[in-house]
């Protein structure tokens, strides 16, 4: 017996909610990064899953999806830590409560 | 493919990832974010996509996670602990869960096997690369250039 697509999207989901849990509950910037990172992760998941269980998976279209996909969360993750940095320079905090300069 | 090495596998992945939300040390953290991909890099190994497999095991545990663990080092004087917690997020987190959870159970057309595939090498994947995708290849290295120097740009030290 071999695992179906729905087993595949529910540990999508699960991996989904995990990454949200983080990116809304944690007040760290880091956190909320790797929250950010864990969700697109969800996303390459469910990409090579629907790609795996298509009808005719002779097109590599899921994969070239995946591919890009982790292309551009590595640029994303380089701009977020880069600001992260820089904030604390500035700020001397990583603490997004804190940083409320904009605030009415 | 068989179940066991699945659920596993599903088992690993998911503990590494709530341990990475909701650990308080930040390096523990970060850790258990770098076992949370090698459990994705599985799944990418069992649904027969190993070239993305690969890739992630390369790019996020590689160079993401490291990124990671260095900026943790970078800005430490500021506690290497997280003191807030949000408890809206868990809710709001949790009802998402479920809801994701209810829709994909009653969507009857998910519950199928997979096809037999022929394998995906690497070679069919260089191929696709350099023709049907050329322009989003071309576009991904130059946003990738773009973003690096930019990042570079932005934790540059100020001289005055």
Known sequence: MT???????????????????????????IFILIGIELMLAAANLNFIAFWHFAPQPHQPTGVMFAIFSIAI?????????AMVI????H????NVDQLDQLKG | MNNAAFILVAILTLA????A????KLMHAALSFAAALVGLAAFFFLLGAEFVGLALVFIYIGAVAVLIVFTILLTRRDVGKDRGFNWAGVLIALAVFCGL??????????SIVAPHIRALTVKRIGEALMTGYVWPLQCVGLLLTAALIGA???VMEEKR
């Open chain 1, 3 to 29: 695992p179906t697509l729905q087993a595949f999207v529910l540990v999508s989901g699960a991996l989904f909610s995990i990454g949200l849990l983080a990116a809304l509950s944690r007040r760290h910037a």
């Open chain 1, 73 to 81: 969360s590595a640029a994303e993750a380089a701009i977020g830590l």
């Open chain 1, 86 to 89: 820089a904030v604390y320079r």
């Open chain 1, 91 to 94: 700020y001397h905090t990583t």
């Open chain 2, 16 to 19: 590494a990832a709530l341990a």
């Open chain 2, 21 to 24: 939300a909701t650990l308080r």
């Open chain 2, 101 to 110: 959870t209810w829709s994909i159970l009653k969507t009857q057309s998910l």
């Open chain 2, 152 to 154: 570079l740009i932005l």
